[in-house]
């Protein structure tokens, strides 16, 4: 897998590139390999959801190549990642597919200068590698072989340089020497590989301390977010970069950066000071580097500002904190009901877990006593924390602690538990990069919490105002289905109700209250309350709309209301229907063919109080369905609504009248994505009776029909 994957960041032309694997069973891919790109570059998406707004969620949820060329396209296209990655690249994902199955993704890197567009060429190469990459993960499955690493993803090796000959090596010995200033290289990774006498008499260091160092870990004045991010500039972009900056007391020296392939090769000189860059400001000696940490708390803060839910933010925290921070543990505790509650971790076995849920608030442990005082703890050493909590036992194998409190409008809401396996230092820096951090977590999962008790008393109210079974109408087949919105709280105003009037008569209602909240919600509730007192008085459609009109006006919500009524005699098998403003019914016949029943619509409910609502009788004979649905089943961005109508109307055709359920189930899975609510009742006659059927007649209200006089369900004079 190793050497496909060079064969194809190579034949490519990239210059890096991340292999992503697709666990069976997982809505989320992980790093499995990465060349050309350092580790701690790569960390923030080691594991990316398939929801997420990334480039290789998208090709692999959508089975496409996805490409990304340039930084405005990616502003536009992957916020935050431009964000987190404000430099000039290209960048290409596309999903791993052995047989029909994706196996997981491919991201590829290309300089700045690449053209805006793949070429034919660089696509065909990338989906052929694509192929041989998801063949080697399935004969990876095939094997029993674990697909994710144990730690960290693998790094695959930069090409090996051209080995100069022993005249060529004295050489270029020479040559370097004799150029003015001192240079420098530097690996993938940072770390210098090569110093020069008269680079290191310049950044006034030994030689032998700076080989291998990174050096913004050597030279405490470098550790600068602007060194750190020219860096990473020269390694996303493959274009030169330089910089100035000051050698504490006033010595100011200029870089320049050339990358290739396998680092970086860089050239130093005195200069003058660079009034574009930044003041360096106090040094931070030990802890992550200050670049480090403005990189993760900008990617952290751009990451949460998408988190919804609770759970969002616990998934979002691990994904983010743990490989950047290198713990192997976290743990987000929030106070419920005088208890300690376990909101989410990663790191840990689940029976540790339930066993400190429901703590006591007054037990003397580190978690709670965080959350009541506010003030972080940070233990080295298992002795150190048993010091402090002498009830503590070391159970969970670690070795060195961080526990952060979760700060929301200034008070504590929360705590955040970092644990390491190894041992562990938190030096000043570290301690207040931890706790701003924590910070942007705790303001994220106090915003969680709300949406989530929304979301909660949203769907409690929807419950409670929906009908929680249908009644038993003897000679009636029924089936409905309700579909909350994709977005928002979930809730919104629309409803279904099936009455029962008598022993051959029942009603059918479907509405819809304009918007999406719990006032929505509350209306639907009075909505259908109403049109339920009116049908079981025996009002015709009409005047069951008609009725509950003058009601809303009264009210006067500021909100209105589409409706159908249907009445239905199951002892002549025919059917009367009213309409406010909704979308036609649809007839399925005995004989399969479909048709919209075009009653001329009434106005919205709650706009004018004497708004007249004209009605439509029809056969209903057994054999045939006839479908009620709110827009959202129809409603789509850029598709006709007639045309959409006509779409159901087909899979309404197709579908069997004697399972109502599973027809019900085919129009709801054909549906598209909901950005409305969907409510959907199907209603057919179980078996014929005694009677005659005839065809469609329309009825206005206070028009009297003198065929129909006098039976429940007719457009003629309201018999209550």
Not at 206 to 231: I, Q, S
Not at 399 to 421: K, N, V
């Amino acid at each position: 897998m190793d050497s496909t994957m060079a064969a194809v960041v190579r034949a490519s032309g990239a210059f890096g590139g991340i292999l992503y694997v697709l666990p069976p069973g997982e809505n989320a891919v992980w790093q499995l390999l990465v060349t050309g790109v350092p580790q701690e570059m790569a960390a923030p998406w080691r594991r990316v959801g398939l929801k997420d707004p990334m480039p290789v969620a998208d090709a692999v949820r959508e089975h496409r190549l996805v490409w990304a060329g340039g930084r405005e396209e990616m502003a536009r296209e992957y916020p935050r990642l431009a964000l987190v990655m404000p430099y000039d690249f290209g960048l290409a994902a596309a999903p791993l597919v052995s047989g029909a199955t994706v196996r997981g993704g491919l991201v590829l890197l290309w300089p700045g200068n690449h053209p805006s567009r793949l070429s034919a060429d660089e696509q065909d190469v990338i989906r052929a590698g694509c192929r041989r990459l998801g063949d080697s993960l399935q004969r990876a499955l095939d094997r029993d072989e674990p697909l994710l690493p144990p730690d960290r993803p693998r790094t695959l090796p930069p090409p090996a340089p051209r080995t100069p000959s022993p005249d060529e090596a004295t050489a270029l010995s020479a040559f370097v020497d004799r150029l003015p200033g001192g240079s420098c290289a530097l690996d993938l990774e940072g770390h210098l590989t090569f110093v020069t006498p008269g680079a290191a008499e310049l950044l006034g260091v030994d030689r032998a301390l700076l080989l291998g160092a990174l050096p913004w870990e050597a030279l405490p004045w470098m550790d600068v977010p602007h060194v750190e991010d020219r860096y990473r500039a020269a390694l996303v972009s493959r274009r030169p970069q330089a910089f100035t900056v000051l050698r504490p007391p006033k010595t100011w020296l200029s870089f320049e950066l050339y990358p290739d392939a396998s680092g970086l090769s860089v050239r130093i000189t005195r200069g003058g000071p660079d009034t574009d860059a930044p003041p360096s400001g106090p040094v931070q000696t030990s802890g992550p580097r200050r670049a480090t940490v403005l990189y993760h708390l900008m990617h952290l803060a751009s990451t949460l500002t998408e988190a919804v839910s609770v759970q969002d933010v616990v998934e979002q925290t691990a994904d983010q904190l743990m490989p950047a921070l290198g713990a192997q543990g976290m743990v987000v505790m929030a106070p419920a009901d005088g208890r300690l509650k376990i909101v989410g971790q990663r790191g840990y076995h689940p029976e540790l877990m339930r066993r400190f849920d429901g703590t006591p608030l007054t037990s003397a442990i580190p978690g709670v006593d965080v959350m009541a005082t506010g003030v972080p703890g940070f233990w080295t050493t298992f002795e150190e924390l048993h010091a402090a909590y002498p009830a503590m036992t070391h159970e969970d194998g670690m070795a060195a602690w961080a526990l952060l409190p979760l700060i929301a409008s200034g008070r504590p809401i929360g705590s955040l538990l970092l644990a390491y396996r190894r041992p562990h230092v938190f030096p000043p820096g570290e301690r207040a990069a931890l706790t701003s951090l924590a910070g942007l977590v705790g303001q994220a999962l106090d915003r969680a919490r709300l949406y989530d008790a929304k979301h909660h008393l949203a769907h409690r109210l929807q419950s409670a105002l929906l009908p929680h079974t249908l009644p038993d109408v003897p000679g009636l087949n029924v089936a409905a289905r309700y579909l909350p919105a994709a977005r928002g709280l979930g809730i919104g105003g629309d409803f279904y109700d099936v009455i029962r009037l008598d022993e051959h008569t029942a009603g059918v209602t479907i509405g819809d209250v304009q918007g999406h909240n719990v006032d929505a919600a509350a209306l639907m509730g009075q909505v259908r309350t109403a049109v339920h007192a009116h049908a079981t008085v025996g009002a015709s459609p009409d005047h069951v709309l008609a009725r509950t009109n003058r009601l809303l006006t009264d009210l006067d919500p500021g909100l209105f209301t589409s409706c159908a009524y249907v009445h239905l005699d199951l002892a002549t098998h025919r059917a009367c229907v009213a309409l406010a403003g909704h979308p036609p019914p649809l007839l399925r016949h005995a004989d399969g063919h479909v048709e919209p029943l075009h009653t001329p619509p009434g106005l919205l409910l709650g706009i004018e109080p004497d708004a007249p609502y004209p009605a439509l009788e029809f056969p209903l004979p057994p054999g045939s369905v006839l479908a009620l649905y709110t827009d959202g089943l129809v409603e789509a961005p850029g598709v006709d609504l007639d045309d959409a109508i006509a779409a159901l109307a087909g899979l309404l055709e197709h579908g069997d009248p004697g399972d109502l359920d599973a027809m019900a189930d085919t129009l709801i899975r054909h549906a598209p994505t909901p950005g409305d609510d969907i409510a959907l009742v199907l209603v057919g006659p179980a078996a014929r009776a005694a009677g005659h059927s005839r065809g469609p007649s329309i009825v206005f209200p206070g028009k009297k029909d003198e065929r129909r006089s006098g039976r429940a369900g007719s457009g003629g004079e309201d018999p209550s």
